[in-house]
């Protein structure tokens, strides 16, 4: 009896002790409440909700209370707080269970969940697709192309490396460090041993050496970034002047070759060429193929074949029936105009620059083949050393918008006797005729210094150039005259 009453009496102790078991048992089997997911690599993505999944990821919010978002490709699994049907897929599917994780999928499919989750579950469900979320050792890393054959677009592996980044803004530094090395180690593999292309619009050209200085816009690619990378500056290629003329500003520039991911501070070799500044890294390459993709063709004309728009720059026409041998300010003006209208309607520096040049090599061989004629009005005689000056009036010149300032010869030394320079009144003209050449300031420098200065007959400033166009010369005749009677001297 005394055995029975033992039992009798631990009975309701034992009772009690098992409902408190069968609880604890169950509350380790409950699903773990929380939304999560876990990225390749085996790391959990800091965050506190899954709000949506959009554009082929899921978007979710840091503990910031930043909108994130991670590429369904580049995710292992996925819990939603009260999504048990979708929790038991994703499961099923970490297990390989595929069929099973079907059903399930189905079932959230088929439920009164949000249209994204939905959508979520579908694509989760479809097998070979990119969201399958197949091991990375029995799949190519995202982009490339291992023979360098229809190279990839760079975009998804630096879209990966940013997002890894910006998470690793989250958490201890402990973690910080971790996430960011893993971000590193995660870019370097999928670039590693494949080729892609990165492709910019070309903003401008410009000459530099034997080659061109190509100046980048920002790709639309990085506009989704709060903090973007920089664009590459200072890309120097190598490529014929006639090619570099046709380039324009929106012509697509292709980079294709091998690239690599560098933290900052790690070293560059001689041949890499930066494609991206990151900030705190750099994309680099030191073996490229590039190809330029013309922009869909706006308006008449181009460089090479201005057309009929182009060509109206309303210089007024050169004047018929001038003396043999001789070219004057009337015929030069409209010739120089002409070249620096084009110019100025160029897209890019680099072709700025060319037809600049073509206008003065234009001058250029029209001063060749004859004598420039130039007069002035007279406004005053002065007395100096040795001799005397003019003043001269400034002539009237109209140009047409295309440079924004001139200068004429304003001041003229002249070796006259005290008799012929007390007869000068103001009104008459000074004409002088030369052997004139046509420079930009930039090239006037380099010319050599006879013993008789060169004289500087008229510039302008060209904005579009960049420079001052000058007519020199330092060989000349001059007479001084009275001014012709109407209709008698042109």
């Known amino acids: 009896m005394a055995k029975i009453h ?31 997911i876990l990225a390749k690599g085996n790391y959990l993505v800091p965050l506190t909700k899954i709000t949506g999944f959009r554009g082929g990821a899921v978007v979710y919010l840091t503990p910031s209370g930043a909108e994130m978002e991670k590429p369904l490709r580049d995710i292992v699994q996925i819990t939603i707080d009260g999504q048990v049907a979708f929790n038991q897929a994703e499961e099923l599917r970490q297990a390989t269970k595929t069929a099973d994780a079907a059903d399930f999928y189905d079932t959230a499919i088929k439920a009164e969940n949000p249209p994204w989750l939905i959508e979520l579950a579908r694509q989760r469900k479809t097998a070979g697709s990119e969201a399958d979320g197949e091991s990375p050792k029995t799949r190519p890393a995202d982009g490339g192309t291992d023979r360098g054959t229809n190279p990839k677009p760079i975009w998804p592996v630096v879209s990966f490396l940013l997002q890894g980044l910006q998470e690793a803004q989250h958490g201890t530094t402990l973690q910080r460090e971790e996430l960011t090395k893993k971000a590193f180690a995660d870019a370097k593999g999928r670039l590693a041993g494949k080729t892609f292309s990165l492709s910019f619009p070309i903003l401008d050209l410009t000459k530099q050496g034997d080659g061109c200085l190509v100046t980048f816009d920002s790709p639309a690619e990085l506009a989704q970034y709060s903090e973007p990378p920089k664009y590459r500056i200072s890309m120097v290629i190598r490529v014929p002047m006639s090619e570099a003329m046709r380039f ?64 109206d720059v309303g210089a007024p026409a050169s004047k018929p029936g001038g003396k043999a041998g001789v070219v004057t300010m009337d015929e030069l003006l409209p010739v120089l105009l002409t070249g620096l209208a084009k110019a100025k309607q160029a897209e890019t520096t680099l072709q700025k620059k060319e037809l600049g040049k073509k206008a003065i090599e234009d001058v250029t061989a029209k001063l060749a083949m004859a004598t420039y004629e130039t007069s002035y009005i007279i406004s005053n005689v002065d007395r100096v050393q040795g001799g005397f000056a003019l003043t001269l009036d400034s002539p009237r010149l109209d140009l047409q918008g295309v440079a924004s300032s001139y200068d004429c010869l304003y001041r003229f030394r002249v070796n006259l006797s005290e008799a012929d320079a007390l007869k000068v009144k103001p009104g008459w003209l000074v004409t002088i005729r030369c052997k004139a050449i046509c ?52």
């Open 439 to 490: 420079v930009m300031s930039g090239g006037a420098s380099k010319l050599p210094r006879p013993a008789k200065e060169w004289l500087v007959l008229f510039k302008i400033y060209a904005s579009t150039v960049g420079e001052h166009v000058q007519l020199l010369t330092s060989d000349y005749k001059y007479t001084v005259h009275p001014a012709p009677e109407p209709g008698g001297m042109e």
């Open 6 to 36: 033992a039992v009798r009496t631990f009975g309701p102790v034992l009772r009690r002790h098992a409902v408190a078991l069968c609880f604890c048992v169950g509350a380790l089997c409950a699903p773990v409440l929380g939304d999560k």
């Open 248 to 311: 324009k500003s929106g012509d697509l520039f292709t980079i294709t070759g091998k690239m690599r991911c560098l933290k900052a501070g790690e070293t560059t070799a001689a041949k890499d060429i930066g494609l991206l500044d990151g900030g705190s890294w750099w994309l680099v390459t030191d073996d490229y193929k590039y190809a330029v993709q013309s922009a869909k063709a706006t308006g008449a004309g181009t460089p090479d074949d201005p057309g009929k728009e182009r060509q």
